[in-house]
């Protein structure tokens, strides 16, 4: 029980090294391993990664995706789900959604779904209760492409969208009507959407930046207070 005793002490630390070669790093031998499984006192959750079952809570799946994924993040409904957005059902039973940098290995397997990214990762990471998560922008850029139909800015801070109406994808009937039942729909969340003109950006480009940039100065304040 030696090996095992000191990871003990620190719950998130065991559950975020939690894979076969970590804990070989940690002290505890192949034999021992195999002991502890049939004892109970380590179980397999998926192959190569084990659990404490006294210890495990609802981060245990995300911190084991993470211990076999180790250049990834949570990412897409996982994150968004972590920040409380609103995301669609996982009717497709993607289970753990987990980004990592493409040319890095990893592939999806039962209960987490990879997605790659040629986009720069690393700057897009935050800490979210100890794991590693895409950004709050990131994660709304990411949700964009599974959403259905999706916006062209949106500050997930101040809860602002952002969009740029061109002549030739807002002028129908059809395309105004899309266009306000999004807008309720992101007013039913709390957010705020924010419509210019694209001749508008053409042709004042700082005044509409100021304006803008006062909208999410106002709803920023607004939310901390």
């Keep these: 029980m030696g090996g095992l005793k000191r990871l003990d002490g620190d719950k998130r630390r065991l559950l975020s090294l939690g894979s076969r070669f970590d804990l070989l790093d940690h002290g505890l031998a192949s034999t021992v391993i195999e002991d502890y499984r049939k004892a109970g006192i380590l179980e397999p959750l998926w192959s190569g990664v084990y659990v404490v079952p006294w210890l495990v809570d609802g981060r245990t799946p995300q ?26 059902a996982d009717d497709q039973g993607l289970g753990i959604e987990v980004t990592v ?38 994660t709304v850029f990411d ?46 969340h709390g957010w705020v959407v924010v419509r210019v003109v694209a001749d508008e950006v053409a042709l004042r480009p700082s005044s509409v930046i100021d304006e803008i940039r006062a909208v999410l100065v106002s709803r920023s304040s607004n939310r901390a207070a």
């Design 101 to 138: 940098p493409i040319g890095t290995g990893g592939r999806s397997f039962p209960g987490v779904t990879v997605h790659r990214t040629r986009l720069p990762l690393e700057i897009d990471v935050v800490e979210v209760d100890g794991l590693r998560t895409t950004s709050p922008a990131r």
């Design 63 to 88: 911190f084991a995706a993470l211990s076999s994924l180790a250049t990834g993040a949570i990412s897409f409904r996982s994150a968004g789900r972590g920040y409380s957005l609103p995301v669609p």
């Design 143 to 188: 949700l964009a492409s599974c959403v259905g139909p999706t916006v062209d800015f949106a500050d997930p801070v101040a809860c602002v969208v952002l969009e740029v109406d061109g002549r030739s994808w807002h002028s129908t009937s059809q395309a105004i009507g899309d266009d306000r039942r999004r807008d309720r729909a992101a007013a039913g």
